[in-house]
């Protein structure tokens, strides 16, 4: 508070008399200004804390419905066996053709 007064009297004094009511009227629009700029401010920080209390039970329901689908789809696929899996021998064909391989696997019987 001592430092407004301070800077009221060095403004009484260094300020002429005839421009006193223009310089008061600027700092009312200036106080006005800040006075709705800090209530804009702090409505949009009540709704943004809204918005957020609002998502988190969205968030945990998501969370929680993404689980239950993992789960079931991990429980409904067949386990891995443990054994190694062997190489296959595929016979290549001289020819190149996918139709000459198959051909080739269908006289081996593989």
């Given at each position: 508070m001592?430092?407004f007064l301070?800077?009221?009297v060095?403004?009484?004094a260094?300020i002429?008399a005839?421009?006193?009511?223009?310089?008061?009227?600027?700092?009312?629009?200036t106080?006005?200004?800040?006075?709705?700029?800090?209530?804009?401010?702090?409505d949009?920080?009540?709704?943004?804390?809204?918005q957020?209390?609002m998502?988190?039970?969205i968030?945990e329901?998501?969370?929680k419905?993404?689980?239950?689908?993992?789960?079931?789809?991990s429980?409904?696929?067949p386990?891995?066996?443990k054994?190694?899996?062997?190489?296959?021998?595929?016979?290549?064909?001289?020819?190149?053709?996918?139709?000459?391989?198959?051909?080739?696997?269908?006289?081996?019987?593989?």
């Amino acid at each position: 508070m001592g430092e407004f007064l301070l800077i009221m009297v060095v403004a009484i004094a260094v300020i002429p008399a005839r421009d006193w009511p223009t310089v008061a009227r600027a700092m009312a629009r200036t106080v006005k200004f800040i006075r709705d700029l800090i209530w804009k401010i702090s409505d949009s920080a009540d709704k943004i804390r809204e918005q957020i209390d609002m998502e988190k039970p969205i968030d945990e329901l998501s969370k929680k419905t993404m689980d239950d689908v993992m789960d079931v789809f991990s429980s409904a696929l067949p386990e891995k066996s443990k054994r190694k899996p062997t190489k296959s021998k595929i016979m290549v064909s001289s020819r190149g053709s996918p139709r000459a391989r198959a051909r080739d696997l269908v006289k081996t019987g593989k």
